[in-house]
C-alpha cells in the first residue's frame, strides 16, 4: 500500500470517531480506506459494467 496524506474538516475526523467508538470500523484508517473502495465502486468501476 501507498501512503496518502489529506486534510479533513475536524467534522468529518469526529464522525470518523464516532464510527470506530462504534465498531463499526477498526480504525479511522479502515473507515477511509472503506470510503474510498465505495466511491470507486459506485463511480468508476459500475460505469464500466453499463
Do not use: F, H, N, Q
Not at 9 to 17: F, N, R, T, V
Request: no cysteine; charged share 35%.
Amino acid at each position: 500500500m501507498k501512503l496518502v496524506t489529506v486534510l479533513l474538516p475536524e467534522a468529518y475526523l469526529e464522525g470518523l470517531d464516532e464510527l470506530v467508538r462504534a465498531a463499526m470500523y477498526p480504525s479511522r484508517r479502515a473507515a477511509i480506506r472503506a470510503a474510498v473502495r465505495d466511491m470507486l465502486k459506485k463511480e468508476l468501476w459500475g460505469r464500466r459494467e453499463e
